[in-house]
């Protein structure tokens, strides 16, 4: 899951007791009981990565909040790893909850920037020798069969959603957030997240309302 302010110290933190967030990143959070019966539990389709951003937003979609206590402390061992495996799940997952999430108008306007990320992720991938599971999350994509799967999600989630694409894309972040020294280069930091703020302030924000 996505975490704020990562590696900070936390005296240089400024946060309220309680923050509204996106999601909760799947390694620390607290769930009630009574909406994992009522709505479900995480989604075994994903497998892994992003199944917590999904229930995230699964229950966001239905005007719920989840919120960051600020005092809360657990300590997670983690450390940034690349693997293949995380790459091809991490990409072919990132694919379905937008299509599970967003109304056509949204993916219509979100699509030109998205294309562009698509080129810069296949550069990454044959970069550092990710090419072929990258093709494979394609391979995944093109085979109709799994679109149902997909589908069907959308379908219930968007008839029983009561906030709109706007309130749901409030807390998106409009840059790459650096995990490792390698995306920390001229290409992220001088062309990549300067067109992506652009487009976030003028698209997302300008003519997203529904």
């Known amino acids: 899951g996505f975490c704020n302010d990562y590696r900070k110290n936390i005296k240089d933190v400024n946060l309220s007791k309680i923050k509204e967030i996106d999601y909760a990143s799947g390694a620390a959070f607290m769930i009630s009981a009574e909406l994992i019966r009522k709505y479900g539990a995480w989604d075994a389709d994903f497998y892994i990565y992003h199944e917590d951003l999904d229930w995230g937003l699964r229950i966001r979609s239905l005007g719920y909040k989840v919120v960051l206590v600020r005092d809360s402390v657990f300590y997670h061992q983690y450390q940034f790893a690349r693997s293949i495996t995380k790459f091809y799940f991490m990409e072919r997952n990132r694919h379905a909850i937008m299509l599970m999430y967003f109304k056509w108008p949204t993916l219509l306007l979100l699509a030109p920037i998205a294309i562009g990320l698509e080129f810069g992720l296949w ?18 994509w093109l085979n109709f069969k799994n679109w ?22 409030r807390h998106s972040v409009s840059e790459i957030v650096f995990q490792d020294a390698s995306t920390n280069n001229f290409l992220v930091n001088y062309v990549a997240n300067p067109v992506m703020k652009l487009y976030y302030y003028v698209v997302v924000k300008g003519l997203i309302w529904w």
């Open 148 to 169: 149902s799967i997909w589908f069907k999600k959308r379908k219930i989630i968007q008839q029983n959603r009561k906030v709109s694409d706007r309130e749901m894309l």
């Open 123 to 140: 550069f990454f991938s044959i970069k550092n020798g990710y090419a072929k599971k990258r093709w494979e999350v394609y391979k995944y």
